[in-house]
Antibody, heavy 122, light 108 residues
């Protein structure tokens, strides 16, 4: 059964770059038809989609974050990563990685990591 | 962006109750609508995809309906583990994928 797990720095200074990795086990990140997503949740708030990448290199990002976000896949390590530059306190959140799939072209996210807390503070 | 609005934002109910949560899209999204449950301190879990399809392993007390702009999630008989926050999510027009603001379900 496929599982995903986030890892990375829990504390980032303002103006620096947040870097997180999602390790995929029980399946290959190179399998066709899946998107590899990042979602975040600020303390006490709702869910915000950040973006995704497909193994063929196609990416899609939230317009509100697009100028600061990069999502990339490392097929040799079966991992995908998130980089968010120029962070501020507003980027403090629990960050989740998730697999996206689809049913008759109707997309959904079916496997989620447990989440990792990132705090932006000096 | 397509805005997703859930109602109510919170509600209280008892074990065994039947509960309905509504999600409205700011424009038609066909059946591009999913529902998730998030227990406190945990990651979201997929319940319903494509508006009305029950995800594998999810109890049959959960059901979804709707298309276009109006959707509902129904829990036929609340269990203790169902006291959580529920989110709807659209993937019709992306980017961005958008979520509703959440509905918090508390024990009465």
């Amino acid at each position: 059964q496929l599982q995903v797990q986030e890892s990375g720095s829990g504390l980032v200074k303002p103006s620096q770059t947040l870097s997180l990795t999602c390790t995929v086990s029980g399946g290959s990140i190179s399998s066709g038809g899946y998107s590899w997503n990042w979602i975040r949740q600020p303390p006490g708030k709702g869910l915000e989609w950040i973006g995704y990448s497909y193994h063929i290199g196609t990416t899609s990002y939230s317009p509100s974050l697009k100028s600061r976000v990069t999502i990339s896949l490392d097929t040799s390590k079966n991992q995908f990563s998130l980089r968010l530059s120029s962070v501020t306190a507003a980027d403090t959140a629990v960050y989740y990685c998730a697999r996206g799939t689809s049913y008759q072209l109707l997309p959904y996210m079916d496997v989620w990591g447990k989440g990792t807390t990132v705090t932006v503070s000096s | 962006d397509i805005q997703m609005t859930q109602s109510p934002s919170s509600l209280s109910a008892s074990v065994g109750d039947r509960v309905t949560i509504t999600c409205r899209a700011s424009q038609s999204i066909s059946s591009f609508l999913n529902w998730y449950r998030q227990k406190p301190g945990k990651a979201p879990e997929l319940l319903i995809y494509a508006a009305s399809s029950l995800y594998s392993g999810v109890p049959s007390r959960f059901s979804g309906s709707g298309s276009g702009t109006d959707f509902t999630l129904t829990i036929s008989s609340l269990q203790p583990e169902d006291f959580a926050t529920y989110y709807c999510q659209q993937s019709y027009t992306t980017p961005p994928i958008t979520f509703g603001q959440g509905t918090r379900l508390d024990i009465k």
